[in-house]
């Protein structure tokens, strides 16, 4: 058995004992009703709570009204707050965590969109969130600031917070004074270190003399070296030290990334894991009294006892890993680590649902979010248990058959196919997705703690239903490529020009390599996502001659959402693949395309030996709407053929429902 005795060992901030090393950091849910928290915020953290988390802290607040960033964000600077903040910190304290509450303010990086008022920053530099500029604030904005600061911990104190924890990561307001690039300031707010660092110090010492000995203040900062510009690691730590000096900091969280580099923020499965540990290491070493929490990419809990037990950090923050498990602490200290639902780092329902301002999910865990509705991520015994039968064990069928025998339902899945996971490992198998891979074999391992009967290599058509004796039946049959080749974006055309002409797969059959596609290769990326792009760059790490063509504007447009587009479109520049955007295929010949621009309507000849479409699947369900004697579910993509999420969600949402 794993060795995690590090991570569950506890540490006591300001006379608080957190009951190991695991934080449910800071960030944005987006979760807030009217600018209040509810329901939905109340049970997304409880569940934390209850899973065995040692501090959570809360979604950042406003300080004040010109850095709102989200529909979801709370009221900055009222006492509306209070209550309903109450509602949360007291069942949370009772399941014994640790509760604190960020405190925010964007400076340069605004949205006028929400705020609707001038972003504030030091020196009126440019924003990195929208295309809009900023205001120089003056003295007396720069004592408001401070004072808000202060203001909010009051609240946070009357709303049964422990502490706060004052943000200046990703250069953000107060890393905007820290950084000589952002602050021209030539006044008592610029120029030497002191001065850089006053609005810091002067917001840390308002706060301590404001709630007192025993409130927990904690200091997010982040680390980046994408660009010159920003603080080195060695500044950082000095820093560090001048807020350490003190005693007043109580531990200092370190993240990845920022506005410059938005897409180390939260890295995606395109980077490597533990991605502050060597820089939290080095704050270490900085300070005498805080403690020093590593962030970003601490994904499962043999990094985190890894980052605990070398002596990198005092703390781990894990936010995706317990988006995707809420009881990852709690599995981790009955010694089931294995038992952990592993984040796929995709970000795919959590970024990728705030980055268009709606509340968070996740992809593997649909109860992220919804923990009010389905009583968290826990299950409660069938009132009737009974035999269910499972056909197709792709994600729908997956989730369908582990959370309805969770429940205490007698369970058989069968599968065509020789694996589990319908189209699912074929997106394991691109570049540096093997998470995805790991995921498969945490179902499986839940299928043999729950005793469900798993048959693969068994094809099951009416007759084999009607024949066997259960009588709740789920299909789950996912989808296909369509066999026409359709595009979307040549609406008259029932099938690919040229069909009839050879050399076209779908990629799935690329990604299997039952594709026999020659030195080069086009791929029709119509999603804007990893099917089309991943699959185009694991061709070209093959060595074959790539070009990806795709009506949208941007080669992975809606990976966008995940902040994983611009890492992906630089991989496939590295590897030589050219790429052409705002393009139709007109005509397949069969060693080559006739490509159509959108824009000008001109048309070209592309040779190549072989077409990959990456296009929209088409249903498969090869049963009658019924079959006599039995009661028929349909779930995921043979209802219509969507993304991952909402197969899992569906198959969890029926296993509650039986």
Known sequence: MPDHSHLASPLTLRGHTLRNRIVFGAHTNNMAEQGLPGARTRDYLLERAIGGVGMIVCEPMPVPRTTVLTRGNYLPGTDAVIAPFRKITEPVRAEGAVILQQLYHLGTHGDSDLSFAPHWSPSGRVSYHDSDGSHRMTTAEIAEIIAAHVSAAIRCQKAGFQGVEIWAAYQSLLEQFWTPWSNHRDDDWGGSLANRTRISRRIVEGIRRACGEDFIIGLAVSTSDAYDVTLSVESLAEIVALHDAGGEIDYVTCGHGGYLDFERLMPTFLYGEKLTAPVTEILKGAVRHAKITSEAHIRTPENAEAVIASGQADLVSIVRGQIADPHLARKTAEGRAEDVRGCISCNQMCWGRRSRDYWISCLINPSAGREWEWGGDRFTPAATPRAVLVIGAGPAGLEAARAAAERGHRVEIVEAAPRIGGQFPLAGMQPRRGQVLELLDWYERQFTRLGVRLRL??????????????????????????????????????????????????????????????????????????????????????????????????VGKELGRTSADGPARARLAQLGTRMLTEHVITHWHGDGATLRSMLAGQEHRLPASGLVMATTNAAFDPFPERIPGKTLHRIGDCVAPRQAPYAFHEGRKLALAL
């Open 457 to 554: 290599n068994t094809f099951f058509d009416e007759d084999d239903i009607a024949a066997h004796p259960t009588q709740t039946v789920v299909i789950a049959t996912g989808s296909l490529p369509d066999p026409a080749a359709r595009q979307r974006w040549l609406p008259a055309a029932q099938e690919l020009p040229g069909l009839e002409n050879g050399h076209v797969w779908s990629a799935e059959d690329a990604m299997r390599r039952e594709a026999r596609l020659g030195d080069a290769v086009i791929v029709l990326d119509e999603g804007g996502n990893w099917r089309g792009v991943g699959t185009a760059w694991a061709l070209a790490e093959q060595g074959h001659a790539v070009t990806l063509v795709t009506p949208d504007a941007l």
